[in-house]
């Protein structure tokens, strides 16, 4: 940023002010320097009342399988659970197990896959590994 001050004609306080605030000067026009501030009392912070956490709602045992998974069993694989599936896998070291499972539904990658048969059979692939 450049700034240009016009020295020939006599600047206004409130053009020192803002020069002295740019400048980070302690000194006020008038040539005093500020005040020093007492420091504040600290008051204790006012105690606010917990909110109340809304209760979980329970599960009937019904929808628990005995494995503790609570997805129904109609419920089809989705691609997402093929991208997290197979980001462990590949994190864990087997990117060629996953590379191999994605070449068995035509695919390179997991977002290629397309089709509810195909994210299945990538699926239960990934799951085999």
């Known amino acids: 940023m450049l700034l240009s001050i016009d020295t020939t004609q006599e600047l206004s306080p409130l053009d020192l002010a803002v020069l ?31 909110k109340a956490e809304p209760e ?13 998974d609570t997805k129904p069993e109609n419920d089809k694989p989705t691609i997402q659970d093929c991208v997290a599936l197979a980001t462990k896998l590949v994190s864990n070291g087997e990117g060629p197990a996953v590379k191999e499972a994605l070449s068995s539904v ?6 290629e896959v397309s089709g509810v048969a195909k994210i299945k059979k990538l699926h239960d692939a990934l799951l085999a590994i």
Request: glycine share 10%; aromatic share 0%.
């Open 56 to 68: 979980p709602e329970e599960e009937s045992e019904d929808d628990e399988d005995l494995l503790g």
């Open 106 to 111: 035509g695919a390179k990658r997991v977002s």
């Open 20 to 50: 002295h605030t740019l400048l980070g000067s302690d000194i006020r026009p008038g040539g005093t320097a500020p005040a020093k501030a007492t420091p504040a009392k600290a008051t204790p912070a006012k105690a606010t009342p917990a």
